[in-house]
């Protein structure tokens, strides 16, 4: 069963349960004398139906559309270029890729941060607070021009202390934003048509409970009701920006080598007398296929 479709039949079980919690109280196996009001506000609420699942559907749809996209802009805009660490990167290479949004470059670019050694291992990183170390992470970025093969690249990150993974070249986050900002107008757009829906059905609805016999139980299944409906959508909405945001910002990943993996084949190559040469981020360009690879793949 789908999200939605599981919100939309908590409308109807969740104040029903309520009403025969509330009306089976039993002393002697004779049924509380609150039936009647009970009843009303079950009336009420099956009356409002029609104008709850509307609404539902208008304000589900205006949360699931534009808050993830709010809270991207608000992430680029606050943690990144406001707050954000800024460090070195380099590309590693460039692929041309033709789509259907226009024509793009796909960069691998590697960059290095202090992270710590056992950071997917609980156990052993609260056994080891201090253990962090220097490791190169890798990832493919979509770039508006041809980037060079060791261009250096200006990094963001929101924390390094907690995000590491979550690096973006400043160019990327501009072109995110300069996206974002042409498409403002379509969102608010949308913002004004669905909130004019949105303003029209509840004024329906405050109509149908005003007529009503008992528009005490009336006013109590709408008031309810509006605040399940948005509650719902926002927890449902959030759940998918922040599935959205570990694909699409924090998804960098170590390269195969660490700086201790680096320590022992320095040392190997001394051992044979062979001279490492002096390259940036060398054991990155070695394992950078199968990290491509590795991406490619998931």
Same mark, same amino acid.
């Given at each position: ?161 907690? #995000?590491? *993974?979550?690096? &973006?070249?400043?160019?990327?986050? $501009? ?6 900002? +042409? =498409?403002? %107008? ?64 924090? #998804?960098? *990943?170590?390269? &195969?080598?660490?700086?201790?993996? $680096? ?6 190559? +001394? =051992?044979? %007398? ?25």
């Amino acid at each position: 069963m789908c999200r939605e479709a599981l919100i939309c039949r908590l409308l109807f079980v969740v104040p029903l349960l309520a009403v025969l919690a509330r009306a089976e109280e039993e002393d002697g196996g004779v049924v509380s004398t609150n039936d009647d009001g009970d009843m009303a506000w079950v009336q009420a609420f099956f009356d409002l139906c029609p104008y709850l699942v509307a609404i539902f559907f208008v304000v589900f749809s205006l949360h699931v559309y534009l808050y993830p996209k709010h809270a991207e802009r608000t992430l680029l805009r606050e943690e990144y270029i406001n707050t954000g660490a800024r460090m070195s990167g380099q590309a590693l290479s460039c692929d041309y890729r033709e789509g259907s949004g226009g024509d793009a470059f796909l960069a691998d670019v590697v960059y290095k941060a202090r992270e710590h050694k056992y950071i997917d291992n609980p156990s052993m990183k609260f056994r080891n607070p201090a253990a962090y170390e220097e490791k190169s992470f890798l990832r493919r970025f979509k770039f508006g021009r041809e980037v060079g093969r060791g261009e250096e690249l200006e990094m963001l990150i929101p924390d390094p202390e907690r #995000s590491v *993974r979550s690096g &973006i070249p400043t160019e990327v986050v $501009e072109q995110m934003l300069a996206k974002d900002a +042409a =498409a403002a %107008g379509k969102y608010r757009i949308v913002l004004a048509l669905g909130g004019s829906v949105t303003v029209a059905l509840v004024a329906l609805a405050i109509r149908e409970v005003v007529w009503m016999d008992d528009p005490g139980a009336g006013w109590a299944a709408l008031i309810v009701s509006l605040a399940i409906i948005e509650v719902a959508s926002f927890l449902y909405s959030a759940d998918q920006y922040f599935k959205s945001k570990r694909r699409k910002f924090d #998804s960098a *990943r170590p390269t &195969i080598a660490s700086a201790e993996q $680096e320590a022992r084949e320095r040392a190997r190559e +001394a =051992a044979v %007398g062979r001279k490492m040469p002096e390259v940036p981020f060398r054991i990155a360009h070695e394992f950078s296929g199968h990290a491509r690879a590795s991406l490619r793949q998931s």
